[in-house]
């Protein structure tokens, strides 16, 4: 676990160490002494007497008592020296650097255990192994380069992979990002993604801790544990941004359902970050782009003015927003235009983009800025376009855009396109603390992206809706450890959970059905039970209009093979609603909702959530599917009451909560029409872990 000797120790050695810099346990070396650690640093190698002005301890046995051990030696030598340095030196934080271990072969999964057992024994925490390092404002412990200026205000970076954390350092730094500590956690032996956050989280102080997170991820181990963490984070007012890599591996999964189909790993980790209020990112300059938004005033409001002095720039910037969901309201007929475009070059324009012309000033630029703040309140924020063609300077403009940083209530985000030509302005402004972002939409969909994301939902069981647990729990209890479950005990599930469904009764005799139609009243839809995709095989009939067509229906589906009996429902009318769930693995239950039919099918337009869900979270989900229009009705034809859709999503979580049992569950369709939504067809598939 993450401990003092770890962030801020008073002794280091590098065990390795050695005078060439292109090796790891030099490089290390060069690091810590090159980076202001205050404390004493030890080098440890049996073949040198001095090293980067060290004295030299043949082995770690001579050494004086240190808190960490930085290991730059062979995995074999590993195990002999965590016990000598954690039983004899008080070492209580080592980052080992070395790779070898479990990535590499069941012998070195062994050694690595042995390792983690000890250090686990003497309550010390362990980095990697087969990692790059650990930055902290203390010790700069990474064999790689750059290594970012550290500010305890700076960004919080973890990262599970070494290479991918410099290369997302090296997108960061030329933008003005400073950082308060790196974590590159290799194997994740006995420290995490997870457990840094949770220390992070439970060592929280309001005012003196960094604000800003950002994970690199490639496997969430521990899914429940970064929700919690990520949660209580965000709750205590800080930002998360996160990559979450290999999103595909999910899609070839064989799957019996559509859920199955559709709620691959990947959709729970959407789910998962959606619920903790983490922006998820596909790309390194995305993350840091979101970063770069995060260190800016947070955006009240859903509305920005463009500020430029170029018109390409604008366009895109326009586009990416509106396309995103931002607005650019036009300020063209404003009562306080006209006095704005006074003080601007004739040419200008202050409809929104407001451009002030390539040959704008720095005083122009902030009278822009001030009629912004000020006087349009049509517009919450700002995003200012400035670079040059290289033929004049533009410090004035960098000042007037630093001051102005200042002193606005509404952010404002400097696009400083720029870099080569006033290269010296731009590294003028990050010098003063600023960051900026060198390209307008990658900015835009960072914005967006910010914008798009909730605040956590820290949903309880308690914020479910009441259902009838006992009766549910009957239904499990009696089902076989494995399988789906018959129509006629899925029926006891829907109703004791509230779970509006058509009318129905099931049988195997003819005649039986016959008279069951006849008290239900034509017409009646037939389907097969026993297949799983019943239309597929010929196995479901609408529209049945009498008791021949029942019969002679009767008689041709009871052959289709693994026809167990026959079904009647009423005939129900309306669009065509999706909802699943799904358990996966460690992340827990997943619901997703969607439109049936085609759009689950084709356009796979479904969101994913994780119970326990709320309403609110429900509505969200619905309100961000891109048939959602439909939903709302659209062009004359009625659309569903999404309220109640929203209040059957909870009653579904509640049901999933009394049973985890549930592996699988499909209700497609539902039948929605207005105020009533009716579930025909469902499937439940149970697994007893
Ligand atoms: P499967 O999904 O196994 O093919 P369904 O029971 O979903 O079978 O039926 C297929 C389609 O038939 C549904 O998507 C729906 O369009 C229609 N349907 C099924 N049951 C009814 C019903 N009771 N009323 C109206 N339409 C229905
Ligand atoms: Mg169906």
């Known amino acids: 676990m993450i401990n003092q000797a770890l962030m801020s120790p008073r002794s280091i050695v590098v065990v390795g ?301 326009t586009d990416v927003l509106s396309n995103g969901g931002i607005e650019i309201p036009s300020l063209k007929d404003h009562p306080k235009a006209p006095q704005l475009l006074e003080k601007l070059f004739a040419g200008s324009s202050v409809a929104n983009p407001i451009d002030f012309l390539a040959t704008g000033t720095a005083q122009q630029l902030g009278n822009i800025i001030d009629a912004c703040e000020n006087d349009f309140d049509e517009v919450d924020g700002m995003a200012v376009i400035f670079g040059s063609p290289g033929l004049f300077e533009v410090y004035d403009v960098y000042d007037v855009l630093h001051e102005k940083m200042k002193t606005c209530k509404k952010p404002i985000f400097p696009i400083l396109p720029s870099v080569i030509n006033v290269k010296n302005e731009i590294d003028y402004f990050i010098g003063k603390g600023r960051v900026f972002f060198p390209d307008e939409v990658v900015f835009g969909n960072a914005l967006c992206r910010v914008a798009d994301t909730l605040k956590p939902a820290a949903t309880t069981l308690a914020d479910l809706p009441v ?31 509230g779970i509006p469904r058509v009318k129905e009764s099931v049988s195997s005799s003819k005649d039986e059905l016959v008279k069951c139609a006849e008290d239900m009243g034509y017409p009646v839809v037939m389907k097969v039970v026993g297949p799983v995709h019943k239309s597929d095989v010929g196995g479901v009939v609408l529209n049945v209009m009498d008791s021949d067509t029942l019969s002679r229906e009767f008689d041709r589906m009871i052959k289709i093979p693994e026809t167990t009996a026959i079904l009647i429902q009423t005939m129900a009318s309306g669009m065509e609603l999706f909802l699943g769930a799904k358990r996966e693995d460690d992340f827990g239950q997943m619901i997703l909702c969607g439109m049936g039919g085609i759009f689950v099918e084709v356009i796979k337009d479904v969101k994913a959530g994780l119970s326990p869900l709320k309403k609110s979270e429900a509505l969200e989900m619905i309100r961000s599917l891109k048939s959602y229009k439909l939903i709302q009705g659209v062009r004359g034809k009625e659309g569903v009451d999404e309220e109640l859709f929203a209040e059957i999503l909870t009653r579904l979580s509640a049901l999933l909560e009394a049973a985890p049992e549930i592996f699988e569950m499909d209700l497609n369709p539902l039948l929605g029409k207005g105020k009533q939504i009716i579930a025909v067809d469902a499937r439940c598939n149970i697994v007893k872990k």
Do not use: W
Not at 159 to 165: D, L, Q
Not at 475 to 485: K, L, N, Q, R
């Open 467 to 497: 259902i009838d647990k006992a009766a549910i729990r009957k239904v499990i209890d009696e089902a076989p450890s494995e399988g789906y479950i018959s129509p006629a005990q899925l029926g006891i599930l829907m109703d004791a959970a």
């Open 17 to 317: 160490a050695s005078n060439e810099i292109k090796k790891p346990g030099g490089k290390v070396l060069k690091n810590i002494l090159d980076n202001h650690f205050v404390g004493n640093v030890y080098a440890v190698n049996p073949k040198e007497s001095e090293i980067q002005g060290l004295e030299v301890y043949p082995n770690v046995k001579e050494l004086p008592q240190t808190d960490l051990a930085i290991l730059a030696i062979a995995a074999k030598y590993c195990l002999e020296t965590v016990k000598t340095l954690a039983y004899e030196k008080g070492t209580k934080a080592f980052i080992i650097l070395s790779a070898g271990f479990s990535e590499e072969s069941h012998e070195g999964e062994v050694l690595e255990n042995e390792i983690v057992k000890i250090i686990n024994e003497t309550g010390g925490c362990l980095i990697g192994p087969n990692c790059i390092g650990v930055i902290t404002p203390h010790h700069a412990s990474a064999f790689t380069t750059p290594v970012p200026t550290m500010d305890p205000k700076g960004i919080d970076f973890i990262s599970g992979s070494g290479a991918t954390a410099v290369f997302i350092m090296e997108s960061g730094i030329p933008k003005g990002l400073t950082f308060s500590s790196v974590f590159s956690v290799g194997n994740s032996a006995q420290t995490g993604v997870e457990e840094i956050l949770e220390y992070l989280d439970t060592t929280y102080v309001h005012g003196e801790s960094s604000l800003i997170k950002l994970l690199y991820l490639e496997t969430i181990s521990n899914p429940k544990k970064l929700l919690k963490h990520a949660t209580s984070l965000i709750n205590k007012g800080c930002k998360i941004a996160a990559i979450k890599a290999g999103s595909s591996e999910a899609g070839s999964r064989a799957a019996s359902s559509h859920t199955g189909a559709l709620a691959s790993s990947d959709v729970a980790v959407d789910a998962l970050f959606r619920k903790a209020g983490i922006v998820r990112c596909s790309g390194r300059e995305e993350l840091t782009a979101v970063a770069a938004v995060f260190v800016h005033k947070e955006l009240q409001g859903k509305r920005i003015a463009i500020i430029t002095h170029a018109g390409g720039p604008a366009v895109m910037l």
